[in-house]
Nanobody, 123 residues
Framework: QVQLVESGGDLVQPGGSLRLSCAAS????????IGWFRQAPGKEREGVSCISSSGAKTYYADSVKGRFTMSRDNAKNTVYLQMNSLKPEDTAVYYC????????????????WGQGTQVNVSS
């Protein structure tokens, strides 16, 4: 059974930083494109970033470009989202999604979801 588990969410002040993790079990992420998404209260889920299966390519929403960095450690079967210069509008539940099909590419439009981790940015 494939499971994705996000962690690292917390309450942080504006301007602060967090690093989210998405750890997989039951399957390897080596060939998977993986996306981070977020959903704020009353809003639709939106894509934040995506990383190619090789890790060579990353993509970011305009709203987070220059502040967020996505990376992967295939040896740990984990992907990360480093979030810097956080703003109140970054407050949301953050989800990762993995497309486990061989040769999968960004954007991730299918695959397994994690349960989410809450990020709150507030003074």
């Amino acid at each position: 059974q494939v499971q994705l588990v996000e962690s690292g969410g917390d309450l942080v002040q504006p301007g602060g930083s967090l690093r989210l993790s998405c750890a997989a079990s039951g399957a390897t992420l080596d060939y998977a494109a993986i996306g981070w998404f977020r959903q704020a209260p009353g809003k639709e889920r939106e894509g934040v970033s995506c990383i190619s299966s090789s890790g060579a390519k990353t993509y970011y929403a305009d709203s987070v470009k220059g502040r967020f960095t996505m990376s992967r450690d295939n040896a740990k079967n984990t992907v990360y989202l480093q979030m810097n210069s956080l703003k109140p509008e970054d407050t949301a539940v953050y989800y990762c999604r993995a497309d486990l099909r061989f040769g999968s590419r960004c954007p991730v439009v299918t695959g397994f979801w994690g349960q989410g981790t809450q990020v709150n940015v507030s003074s």
